[in-house]
């Protein structure tokens, strides 16, 4: 009989370990990675143990039903530098009262992730989940993207498989049309800047003969 308490702490401790390994590595490119992280990477590893059969399944299922198989599945750990969202000091109690020093706020800060992703036509289109860690705030984050678009998807964590498959399914259809939105963009952008070009020469036109009505002085 399996004691799933003693092996959940017995995972934890090994995960432990190879976290540390990790970072000692990450830090040759990540200074601010720390052995304090240890438990923020761990925590995220074991919560991407959750989420590997479902995110795998349904990528593979997508490369197999409308790929032909023509790609992979790629499971990826790592570490990188993300963009801080900069908050209003109104409203961030971080922000220091009236009179105190105030130091600049950081532009970016250390994220773990880890990421099911798989690319396809020479590696133009892709789809992404990512599992996200903040050590900081221990804060958890599953997003999933295209690789055509900057936008994301944010989904739940403990992960719901029918978001997750209702969120890949929207952005392979964005994907699998990317090429065509790019070009309807382009003919918009055109049409736009020949719009205001017949603005400011009829803006012009109307300038001019409102000087021609005027009475001389």
Not at 27 to 54: I, N, Y
Not at 71 to 91: C, H, K, N, Y
Not at 189 to 205: G, I, K, S, T, W
Request: glycine share 6%.
């Amino acid at each position: 009989m399996t004691d799933q308490w003693i092996e959940d702490i017995q995972k934890s401790v090994r995960y432990r370990r190879e976290a540390l390994e990790f970072l000692g590595r990450a830090r040759e490119q990540f200074p601010a990675s720390s052995p304090t992280h240890a438990g923020a990477v761990a925590s995220l590893w074991l919560a991407a143990d959750t989420m590997d059969g479902p995110c795998y399944e349904a990528m593979e299922r997508l490369n197999q039903g409308l790929l032909q198989g023509a790609t992979e599945v790629e499971i990826t750990r790592g570490a990188s530098m993300q963009p801080v969202p900069q908050l209003d000091p109104i409203f961030d109690p971080s922000f220091p009262p009236t009179g105190a020093e105030a130091s600049p706020p950081p532009l970016e800060r250390l994220i773990y992730e880890c990421a099911w992703s798989m690319l396809w036509e020479d590696g133009q289109l892709g789809l992404a989940v990512r599992l996200t860690m903040d050590p900081q705030t221990n804060e958890l984050r599953v997003l999933a993207q295209g690789k055509s678009f900057p936008e994301h998807r944010e989904l739940d964590y403990p992960l719901d498989e029918d978001r997750l498959k209702d969120a890949l399914s929207a952005l392979f259809v964005a994907e699998a049309t990317a090429e065509e939105t790019g070009e309807q963009m382009e003919r918009m952008l055109v049409e736009l800047e020949e719009r205001q070009r017949e603005l400011e020469l009829q803006q012009a036109a109307q300038a001019e003969l409102l000087m021609q009505e005027e009475p001389p002085a």
